[in-house]
């Protein structure tokens, strides 16, 4: 029997490298207040019902169903999908510069399943009777089912599959060590000891999940831009841009929201050594690739829509380029167009900045949730094919605070996760060797 | 065994999902409000069951007769 690897000196435990930091211990204070006021204010919808919100029906009721909520859970849904594309693309194209932020990546797409799905039982004025009827009715002919299935139980539970095995490794090289968490790291680990038929093993099954996530992500991810680009009745939304447009978007915010959690960190753990300047380049360029592609789409469909588009369409282009929600647009166009030009700077002349690539990822995260309001409410205040005046959708101070609550829920999950295991794979004997 | 408990997860799944997809949920091609129900109850739950089968079976490759704590399978 093999004996577990020894830690290297370098590396401490992820509880002896945090337990310092105060940073951390003010980001989990400030998230233990964010989920109690997201509590509250679930908690007032719940018992107030959904007319505490700012939806109303559409049409007769000047309104819109799906707000703020259903814009966070398109949002989350993308970064899911960025996510656990980027772990299984490190191991599928052995893009060994990015394994350092393999596992980041992992946890970003768990946690962002996991909010995506609380944001859809928010949105939900009978949760308990929206969530039996799903499993019990739903059609495999909607999209909606495959939202459901493919998304949120397929990449979902995949995403944390791949997680536990990959961290496995890791636990039981801290299950060695006497501490507090040591029952943990021993569950985790689940037996494992490191030998070279358990390192095989891991990376063919690793291999193999990989192989069968990815085609189901590009399935998945396409069905959620399906929920709005089939709606024939719906001008704005039906497009053959939507999918695309989805999965292009997902991977801009996604990466994006890799690049800053892998900042914080490096800052927060002094893991320079190993989140070098080059993983960041790497990373950059791959926003840099996306948020073209996306930009693009976003012109051909302004584009057409303005150029030959109906008259329902006409009239929602007008609401987003110089009507109600031309602010949000521009400042969304703004947060998306402005990156792109620092990230083509940046590669012409070569210099990617960690500083830079942060600024710029959280821009493009803003701007992707705007884009991400963009897509699901004007269509359904200023689309409407029957007679029906415009409607207006403002959120109110409620959704706002279940939003809040579950970001704040995001980071507690994350925090929890670095607090308990490393967030980036320890290094074996040999490989700091190679290093060296 | 560790190869054959794999494979039957994930032949089990597939059939799952193929199984609840074509022939238990509500039927393809048909419009009618007749037709809109599943044709059995909680079908839509026997592919998500499915799905996890089939990533599941990761774990069973992986973990399948280890021993408890630090030990070398079987």
Do not use: C
């Not at chain 1, 946890?107 to 609380?118: D, E, K, N, Q, T």
């Not at chain 1, 029952?183 to 358990?198: I, M, Q």
């Not at chain 1, 269509?379 to 005046?389: A, E, F, I, M, R």
């Not at chain 2, 059939?15 to 419009?31: K, V």
């Amino acid at each position: 029997m093999a004996t577990t690897q020894p830690i290297h000196h370098r590396e401490l435990a992820p509880q002896e490298m945090l337990g310092r930091s105060r940073i951390w211990t003010l980001v989990m204070g400030l998230a233990v207040i964010g989920l109690v006021l997201g509590i509250v204010s679930y908690a007032r919808e719940l018992t107030g019902g959904m007319v505490v919100t700012g939806m109303r029906d559409v049409g007769i009721g000047g309104g819109a169903t799906w707000g703020l909520y259903v814009a966070f859970l398109i949002y989350m849904m993308g970064v899911s999908f960025a996510g656990i594309t980027i772990a299984a693309m490190i191991r599928l194209l052995k893009l060994e510069q990015l394994r350092p932020v393999g596992r980041i990546a992992e946890i970003l797409s768990v946690v962002a399943v996991v909010l995506g799905g609380l944001a859809i039982i928010v949105d939900l004025g009978q949760p308990l009777r929206g969530l039996v009827n799903l499993f019990r009715y739903a059609r495999p002919q909607s999209p909606f089912f495959g939202t459901f299935t493919l998304v949120l139980a397929g990449y979902g539970f995949a995403s944390l599959v791949y997680l536990y095995l990959g961290s496995r490794r890791d636990a039981a090289v801290l299950a060695e060590r006497p501490g507090r968490l040591q029952w943990l790291h021993r569950f985790v680990a689940s037996g494992y000891s490191d030998t070279p038929e358990e390192r095989e093993r891991h990376d063919r099954a690793s291999f193999w999940l990989a192989v069968g996530i990815v085609p189901l992500l590009v399935v998945a991810s396409s069905t959620l831009g399906f929920v709005f680009g089939l709606q024939i009745g719906r001008p704005g939304w039906f497009s053959a841009l939507q999918a695309p447009a989805f999965v292009t978007l997902a991977g801009v915010s996604g990466v994006g929201l890799v690049i800053v959690l892998a900042a914080l960190v490096r800052h927060a753990e002094h893991r320079s050594d190993v989140l070098t300047p080059a993983v960041f380049a790497w990373l950059g360029k791959l926003m840099l690739g996306l948020l073209f592609v996306y930009v693009y789409f976003m012109a051909v469909e302004l584009v057409t829509a303005t150029y030959a588009g109906s008259e329902a369409d006409a009239d929602i282009t007008a609401a987003l380029l110089t009507g109600t929600y031309a602010p949000i647009f521009w400042t969304s166009v703004a947060f998306l167009v402005v990156p792109l030009g620092l990230l083509v700077y940046a590669a012409l002349a070569k210099r990617w900045s960690i500083g830079m690539l942060t600024a710029v990822s959280v821009l493009v995260n803003l701007g992707a949730l705007g884009k991400r309001y963009l897509i699901v409410v004007p269509s359904q205040t200023h689309g409407t094919l029957l007679p029906y005046g415009e409607g207006s959708y403002t959120p109110a101070l409620v959704e706002y605070g279940v939003v809040l609550g579950l970001v704040a829920l995001g980071v507690l999950m994350i925090g929890a996760f670095m607090k308990a295991l490393p967030v980036i794979e320890l290094q074996r004997e040999e490989e700091v060797g190679q290093d060296a | 065994m560790r190869r054959t408990w794999t494979l039957t997860l994930i032949v089990s799944g597939l059939a799952l999902m193929a199984i609840s997809y074509f022939g238990l949920a509500a039927p393809w091609g048909a419009d009618s409000v007749a037709n809109s129900n599943p044709r059995m109850p909680f079908a839509p739950l026997v592919f998500v069951v499915g799905v996890m089968l089939l990533f599941g079976s990761a774990i069973v490759y992986e973990l399948y007769g280890r021993a408890p704590r630090g030990g070398g399978e079987e």
